[in-house]
Structures are given as structure tokens and as C-alpha cells.
């Protein structure tokens, strides 16, 4: 009886934490959305199946970035399959620049 009560209290700990964290994230993409990017990592997704233009976005990326070819493959590859976080500290003239870049490649920066 008492196994089953703290498994049941861990269960419900673990999910109000999931929560949490997925509330504070949605706000914090809803704050990017609405202000701008604000520093930070930088994510990026693709948005068309079919018709990508993958080099274009890999050139886009290694200009903003500085990456080198097989730096910046990987995060147009892992966006490919969900969503690419380019880890750093970004400014916000960064993020509009590779925003631009990526407009009619099939990729987004979110």
C-alpha cells in the first residue's frame, strides 16, 4: 500500500513538472514570437516536404553562423527530421539575417 502511494506521488510530481516546463517553454516561444528574438539559441525547421532547396540553406547558415560545411549540414540535416537548435548566443541582427536567408529554401527560423 505504501509502494503504490509514493509511486502515485512520483507519478503525479513527474506530470505537474512536465507541465510546468511545457508552460514555461510555450511562453517563452510566444514572447519570441511576439518581440523578436531576444538572444539566445537559435532553432530552425523545415517547413516544405518536397522542393527544399537544401544547399541554399546550408549556405545560409554557414554565412550567419561562421560554421564550417559539416557544421552547418548537420543542423539543416536534424532539421529535416524536427526541429535544429544552433546553440550560442545569437543576436537579434543574427536572427533576422538568417531569417532572410532562409526565406524560399523550404526552412524556417522559428
Given at each position: 500500500?505504501?509502494?503504490?502511494?509514493?509511486?502515485?506521488?512520483?507519478?503525479?510530481t513527474?506530470?505537474?513538472?512536465?507541465?510546468?516546463?511545457?508552460?514555461?517553454?510555450?511562453?517563452?516561444?510566444?514572447?519570441?514570437?511576439?518581440?523578436?528574438?531576444?538572444?539566445?539559441?537559435?532553432?530552425?525547421?523545415?517547413?516544405?516536404?518536397?522542393?527544399?532547396?537544401?544547399?541554399?540553406?546550408?549556405?545560409?547558415?554557414r554565412?550567419?553562423?561562421?560554421?564550417?560545411?559539416?557544421?552547418?549540414?548537420?543542423?539543416?540535416?536534424?532539421?529535416?527530421?524536427?526541429?535544429?537548435?544552433?546553440?550560442?548566443?545569437?543576436?537579434?541582427?543574427?536572427?533576422?539575417?538568417?531569417?532572410?536567408?532562409?526565406?524560399?529554401?523550404?526552412?524556417?527560423?522559428?
Open positions: 500500500m505504501l509502494l503504490k502511494r509514493n509511486w502515485e506521488r512520483n507519478w503525479a513527474s506530470v505537474y513538472v512536465l507541465c510546468l516546463t511545457l508552460l514555461i517553454l510555450q511562453r517563452q516561444m510566444f514572447m519570441e514570437l511576439l518581440m523578436g528574438h531576444a538572444g539566445g539559441a537559435m532553432r530552425v525547421r523545415a517547413v516544405w516536404p518536397d522542393g527544399k532547396q537544401k544547399i541554399n540553406a546550408i549556405k545560409a547558415v554565412s550567419v553562423t561562421r560554421f564550417g560545411l559539416k557544421e552547418a549540414k548537420d543542423v539543416v540535416d536534424a532539421a529535416d527530421n524536427h526541429i535544429s537548435v544552433i546553440d550560442g548566443n545569437w543576436s537579434t541582427v543574427d536572427y533576422n539575417q538568417l531569417k532572410r536567408e532562409l526565406i524560399n529554401t523550404g526552412y524556417e527560423l522559428l
